[in-house]
């Protein structure tokens, strides 16, 4: 099984890093041992570099979970650190299942990926490097079936209609 799993992340990783577009300046991803992610003492950073302060960004992140996850939404704060230490943060949760008890996201036999916009047309005001550290909200300690977690940002597409 576990050979099976890594076979699998391979080829999404794989998948994944080939589907970055020319308006995506930052993808990672990180994975958890065992697929477990602990609450304490596990928070991930992202160092995401920005040098156009005068585009809208969009900020995404991507889980990829096991159907045994046992909560309907994954919990997670995103803190947000300019390069002169400006923070803020958002509460923010994927949601896993739907009132129905479905799973969310896509699928492939037992893996699901899925995706959260965090912030739409977001400004960075410095250049430098910017510090995202994602942090687990969940009331448990052991959080089994959560495979990995990307953290995506990329130039945002207005959405302008021009009437003639």
Known sequence: MKSLLKIISIACIALFLSSCGKGVIFKERKTFENNNWIRMDHDLTFQVPVEDIDENY??????????FFASDKLKVQLIIISPS????SVNSAFLIRDKEGRLQGEGMGDIFDTQLAIKKYMVFNEKGTYKFILRNLMDTYDNPGVMDIALEVKRAKLDVKIDK
Not at 58 to 67: E, F, G, K, M
Not at 85 to 88: A, D, F, I, N, V
């Open 58 to 67: 969009d900020v995404n992140l991507y889980l990829r979970y096991a159907a």
């Open 85 to 88: 230490g400006e923070s803020r």
